[in-house]
């Protein structure tokens, strides 16, 4: 069981040219009043402060509605440093959301280890990459792709902050990584249950709640 999950955590690497940005969902959640974000300080999460590459941990996590459809977005914090890794490790962690929760679409947004924690912080330089996965785009009204990426061509600042180009990835390059990850989870026994994040909790029944509908103003994603 260890050695998949290692496999799983520590086989993600991709070009250096690759990195990414998000457009500041958390603040449409915020202004729309429909999701309580409950931020907890990093120091206090059991592991938040391990600095191992591919490690990750799941800060914040929400569903909610917009009109008929199930959104979930989810906010991690990263030990990678190279762009092409937060964003392959944002997409891992948008596939198992995916598969676990079923939702019509989640939005992952990846910040760094070191970065702030409080929910005013926690958007423009805060946020090294952003994924957006529709299982069926068919689904949402949000995008017409299965994948969408933006992320920050650089590295983070040493305060956690990302202050770099921002980067629209191909929708071919998102499938690669995807079909990539998908013949390594398929190499994992089925009984071996992996969470999105090293050091999360495994829920073995994963339920997506959902929160009030999101308002008109606030837009799509």
């Keep these: 069981m260890a050695a998949g999950k290692r496999r799983l955590f520590h086989a993600f690497r991709i070009s250096r040219k ?6 500041g969902f958390l603040l449409v959640l915020g202004a729309s009043g429909t999701a309580a974000l409950m931020f907890a300080p990093a120091r206090l999460i059991p592991g938040y ?10 800060i914040y ?3 909610f509605k917009r009109g008929e459809e199930k959104r979930l977005i989810a906010l991690i914090a990263t030990s ?16 198992h959301l995916a598969s676990t929760l079923k939702p019509d679409l989640v939005i992952v947004q990846v910040a760094d280890t070191h970065g702030p ?5 926690l958007r423009g330089a805060a946020i090294g990459a952003e994924i957006v996965h ?7 009204l949000a995008v017409s792709k299965p994948w969408e990426a933006r992320y920050a061509n650089t590295l983070p600042t040493r305060a956690g902050y990302y202050f770099g180009p921002r980067i629209d990835m191909r929708l071919t390059e998102l499938e690669a990584i995807n079909l990539d990850l998908k013949q390594i989870e398929m190499s994992i026994p089925d009984d071996e249950h992996v969470q999105a994040c090293a050091g999360d909790v495994v829920d073995e029944e994963p339920e997506l709640v959902v929160s009030a ?9």
């Design 117 to 121: 924690t409080t929910r005013a912080e």
């Design 61 to 63: 996590q929400s569903g």
């Design 49 to 58: 402060a391990q600095n191992q590459s591919g490690y990750c941990k799941t």
């Design 18 to 23: 690759l990195a990414l940005l998000s457009g």
């Design 80 to 95: 990678d440093t190279d762009p092409a890794a937060r964003v392959r490790t944002g997409v891992r962690v948008a596939r």
């Design 134 to 140: 529709a299982p069926n785009p068919a689904k949402t």
């Design 213 to 221: 509908e999101v308002t008109e103003s606030a837009g799509g994603h």
